[in-house]
């Protein structure tokens, strides 16, 4: 187990994707590679197993954790899942017996004071999971006008202070550039300090640090990108296993799910179907797992923890 990062419903997932030995599984989410390891372990002694993190940072760490203890059986790319229709194939895994997603950001990036993913690390306000493509989340906050941020806070964090917050940081960015994760949450402490009486207690700058961060890596796209080519990679009996950390990124996987599980995707207005799609997916949790209350009492990050896991059926 990584000391760094405690994988997430472990067991769960585990059950879920069963690797047996001689199998093929794809971790799109490598991290700290703590569930990479357990289906490593599991698909003892040939299974193979292929690991892709956006974080360059993530690949090293577990190339140099798992590399020497696997050797050929782990396959690591660096590479973001929404290439995964392209980069599974090119290694060898075009079809698979498992895979999973474990989706937002690792307990290395949130403490890594370089990357500016944690609200009280103080670095550069950076957050992306690959710091060599696009824009960092300095630049969008010195780039987008107030109506631009609001639907930003809005729509990837569901911050109803974010009206206020995007004009104070529109009015605070003419004096001075914001350019660490320490100034943007001291502002928006000051301009919009609490959550209303009864909500959960979190730090008020929450909702705004995950709308940068979804934008920032183009998650949520990238997430409906991947669980296509997810499907379309697992042998029939294959198991994909997704594990999310908030609404917006459930409510994906959860409606992916049940159109595939549906199959056809004609309105209901057609009276009968034109699309000839057939389902391809049966559900295996019927709604969802969220971990237990003793896992939650020993790592606090799978709080908010959901997992959904469909199997592949026969063509
Ligand atoms: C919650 S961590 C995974 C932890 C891992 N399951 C473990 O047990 O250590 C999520 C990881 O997914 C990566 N990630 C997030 N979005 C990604 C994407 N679109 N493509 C590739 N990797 C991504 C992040 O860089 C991060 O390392």
Do not use: W
């Not at 307990?107 to 992306?128: H, K, N």
């Amino acid at each position: 187990m990584e000391d760094g990062h405690l994988p997430v419903l472990v067991d769960e997932v585990m059950t879920m994707l069963a690797p047996a030995p001689g199998s093929l599984q794809i971790d799109a989410t490598l991290g700290g590679g703590g569930h990479a390891e357990r289906i490593l372990e599991a698909s003892t002694p040939d299974g193979r197993l292929l690991g892709l993190d956006a974080d360059p940072a993530a690949i090293a760490r577990v190339g140099q954790r798992l590399g020497p203890r696997f050797g050929d059986r782990l396959v690591l790319r660096q590479a973001n899942f929404r290439e995964l229709a392209e980069v599974a194939p090119a290694a060898g895994f075009g079809l698979v017996d498992g895979l999973l997603f474990d989706l937002g950001l690792s307990s290395f990036q949130l403490a890594d004071r370089d990357r500016g993913f944690g609200i009280r690390t103080g670095g550069p306000l950076d957050m992306r999971f690959d710091p060599s493509r696009g824009l960092p989340a300095s630049e969008l906050l010195a780039s987008l006008d107030a109506l631009e941020l609001t639907a930003l806070f809005r729509r990837y964090g569901e911050e109803p202070q974010a009206a206020r917050i995007a004009r104070a940081i529109v009015a605070a960015r003419g004096s001075a550039p914001i350019t660490t994760a320490e100034e943007l949450s001291e502002l928006i402490v000051r301009v919009a300090p609490g959550s209303s009486p009864g909500r959960r207690r979190i730090h008020p700058a929450t909702r705004v640090f995950q709308a940068l961060r979804i934008a920032v890596n183009a998650e949520l796209d990238a997430l409906a990108e991947a669980l296509t080519a997810a499907v379309d990679l697992l042998r029939p009996g294959g198991r994909l296993v997704v594990l999310s950390y908030h609404s917006l990124e459930d409510r994906i996987v959860k409606r992916f799910f049940q159109a595939e599980r549906r199959g056809c995707v004609c309105p209901p207005s057609l009276p009968v179907c034109v699309c000839g799609r057939s389902p391809r997916l049966r559900l295996v949790t019927r709604p969802s797992l969220t971990p237990s209350a003793a896992e939650i009492a020993a790592n606090p990050r799978a709080r908010s923890a959901r997992l959904r896991a469909a199997e592949r059926l026969a063509a």
